[in-house]
């Protein structure tokens, strides 16, 4: 069973960074594409970054150049690398693989 644990998430005042973890087990993580996604308060959730099993990366437009997705296949581990963090960058972010989830890690951007 595949299982999916992400930290990292705080409260940080707008311009700051933080770098979210998700550590997954059960599955052979290298192989596979990994992404992260996120939800804001009342609204559904967006995708916001993917890493191939070759390393390709891929960005929603909203954090091209402010985000980056990384992947340890040693430790089974992804990693989002958020600077210059906007208010509405505020969610819970999840991580996701082969059609699992996280249960999320709550980032909130303080104006």
């Known amino acids: 069973q595949v299982q999916l644990v992400e930290s990292g998430g705080g409260l940080v005042q707008a311009g700051g960074s933080l770098r979210l973890s998700c550590a997954a087990s059960g599955t052979t993580f290298s192989s596979n594409a990994i992404g992260w996604s996120r939800r804001a308060p009342e609204k559904q959730r967006e995708w916001v970054a993917t890493i191939s099993s070759v390393g390709s990366t891929y960005y929603t437009e909203s954090v091209k150049g402010r985000f980056t997705i990384s992947r340890d296949n040693a430790k089974s581990t992804v990693y989002l690398q958020m600077n210059s963090l906007k208010p509405e960058d505020t969610a819970v972010y999840y991580c996701?693989?082969?059609?699992?989830w996280g249960r999320g890690t709550q980032v909130t951007v303080s104006s």
């Open positions: 996701n693989l082969g059609g699992n």
